[in-house]
């Protein structure tokens, strides 16, 4: 079973930026998709972002375009989200995941999850 180890959160203030990374513990042919959701105490899970990992098409919720960047390193499999130009209300926790394809990110059929990671904004 594939294992997701993330990184990179932590406290920053408005405006500031944060990379996270999530390591999969699996070869890349076997996946298909990863991306990223964020979730607040009593709300429900949101996407944030998807890549494809063979071709690198991208796909991001609409509060965070222009503003964060999702990416993956083949090699190690790892993607990442950049995430610049930070807002107090990106608080929240952020959890690496993934699917079939760049739709199922988006829909939340999930097939792994990972851990989550803090990302706090001050204002």
């Known amino acids: 079973q594939v294992q997701l180890a993330e990184s990179g959160g932590g406290l920053v203030q408005a405006g500031g930026s944060l990379r996270l990374s999530c390591a999969a513990s699996e070869r890349t042919v076997t996946v298909s998709a990863m991306g990223w959701f964020r979730q607040v105490p009593g709300k429900e899970r949101e996407f944030v972002a998807a890549?494809?990992?063979?071709?690198?098409?991208?796909a991001y919720v609409d509060s965070v375009k222009g503003r964060f960047t999702i990416s993956r390193d083949i090699a190690k499999n790892t993607v990442y989200l950049q995430m610049n130009s930070l807002k107090p209300e990106d608080t929240a926790v952020y959890y690496c995941?993934?699917?079939?394809?760049?739709?199922?990110?988006?829909?939340?059929?999930?097939?792994?999850w990972g851990q989550g990671t803090q990302v706090t904004v001050s204002s």
């Open positions: 995941a993934v699917a079939r394809s760049v739709a199922a990110v988006q829909s939340g059929s999930i097939r792994v």
């Open positions: 890549i494809s990992w063979s071709g690198g098409m991208t």
